[in-house]
Each structure stands twice: as C-alpha cells, then as structure tokens.
T-cell receptor, first 113, second 122 residues
Framework: GNSVTQMEGPVTLSEEAFLTINCTYT??????LFWYVQYPGEGLQLLLK?????DKGSNKGFEATYRKETTSFHLEKGSVQVSDSAVYFC????????????FGTGTRLLVSP | EAGVTQFPSHSVIEKGQTVTLRCDPI?????LYWYRRVMGKEIKFLLH????????ESGMPNNRFLAERTGGTYSTLKVQPAELEDSGVYFC????????????????????FGEGSRLTVL
C-alpha cells in the first residue's frame, strides 16, 4: 500500500542554519506529493506541493523536489528562522479517484535564536 | 472568508463516556474529510463525505465511531463509548475539488484543514 516515511524529530537548529527534513514514499502509480506545516496553536497548512517527477515545489523559502528515482521529497530551507518552528508533515495523494492524503509521522522543528 | 472550524478545541472525558466533535467546512466545499493523529504517530484518514454521502469510510477504526453530515453542511463525529486509545487530535478538512470520469477535476485540489480537536480519554 501507499506509505510515507519521514525522519524523526525533533530537529533542533540555530537561526540561519540550513534545514533538511527527509521524506521517502512508497506508492503505486504516480502520486502528488505535499509538505504540510502545523504552527503552534494552528491547523495544518499546505506549505508546498509537486504533482509529477522532477517538479520542484517552493514557498516561504522552503523547497522540495519530486525525485521518482529515489522516491523522495526532501524538504529544504537555506536559512531557518525562529518563526519556522513547527511540525512538518510529508504526504502523498493518488492522482485518480477521490482525494485521500497519506501522511508521515511528522517532524518537529525547533529553531533557537 | 472563514476557514474550516472545529469544536471543541479540547475535550477531556472518562473512558466509557460519549464525545461529539463538530466540523464546519468552508462554505461551498462539497468534500469533507476526517483525519486523526494519535500521539507521535502519522495523521490517518478516517472518512470522506461528498455532500451528505459517505464516499469512503475505510479508515474508521470500529463501530464506536459514527460520522454524520446531515444536509451536506457541517459534520459531527461521535465516539461512543470512548476508550483510552481514542485519545488524539481529530482533524477536519474540506475541499472543492470534484470527480469527473474517474479523474480529479475542478477546484484547486487543496485540502483546507481546521485546527483540530484534541481528545483526551482518561
């Protein structure tokens, strides 16, 4: 079946450090891939997405590239800020049929000044 | 425009009691989803409504869970009787994307999530 594996947290960084959160997936066919973020006290928000191989999603300085050959969608940011502290979820969705997101376990990011 | 709202934000009940969670989707969104995150684990799909009809309830854990969406507007998720393992955060999401000829079509495709309802069963 479809599944998503992401690195366990928490990931603790200092402000302006480089961030990578690894995500790999298992899926039949060609799913769309997503990163969602949950800031403290808020709901899940879509951060970025990619719908086909080699697509790069980007938003708020974050990037992730859909790598079919390695079945990965790693999240990166060149310089994190304290305000980026949140829980990040990698997810996939089949491109046919009704929408159903399959999530990873989430990775908590803590950024200190 | 109001987003997806959920109520209550946090509920603490004892084992064996009943709890009802409510979700108000974004106005005009036909698709409504319930997901659950048990502590430290992945967010798991529970079920999906298209308007008032249950399209997919394959993720519902057992018959202690009952979801309804009367009139195709807001939805409720009732847990009766609650067990310890039901503790977690219940997320609701809605979207406007529609299905046509077996393929997703129409709308932005994005699921908009609420803040979640945290359920603690003691």
């Amino acid at each position: 079946g479809n599944s998503v594996t992401q690195m366990e947290g928490p990931v603790t960084l200092s402000e302006e450090a480089f961030l990578t959160i690894n995500c790999t997936y298992t899926a039949t066919g060609y799913p769309s891939l997503f990163w969602y973020v949950q800031y403290p006290g808020e709901g899940l928000q879509l951060l970025l997405k990619a719908t086909k191989a080699d697509d790069k999603g980007s938003n708020k300085g974050f990037e992730a590239t859909y790598r079919k050959e390695t079945t990965s969608f790693h999240l990166e940011k060149g310089s994190v800020q304290v305000s980026d502290s949140a829980v990040y979820f990698c997810a996939l969705m089949k491109n046919t049929g009704f929408q159903k997101l399959v999530f990873g376990t989430g990775t908590r990011l803590l950024v200190s000044p | 425009e109001a987003g997806v709202t959920q109520f209550p934000s946090h509920s603490v009940i004892e084992k064996g009691q009943t709890v009802t969670l409510r979700c108000d989707p974004i106005s005009g969104h036909d698709n409504l989803y319930w997901y659950r995150r048990v502590m430290g684990k992945e967010i798991k799909f529970l079920l999906h409504f298209v308007k008032e009809s249950k399209q997919d309830e394959s993720g519902m854990p057992n018959n202690r869970f009952l979801a309804e969406r009367t009139g195709g507007t807001y939805s409720t998720l009732k847990v009766q009787p609650a067990e310890l393992e039901d503790s977690g955060v219940y997320f609701c999401a809605s979207s406007s994307r529609v299905l046509a000829r077996g393929l997703l079509a129409g709308g932005t495709g994005e699921l908009f999530f609420g803040e979640g309802s945290r359920l603690t069963v003691l």
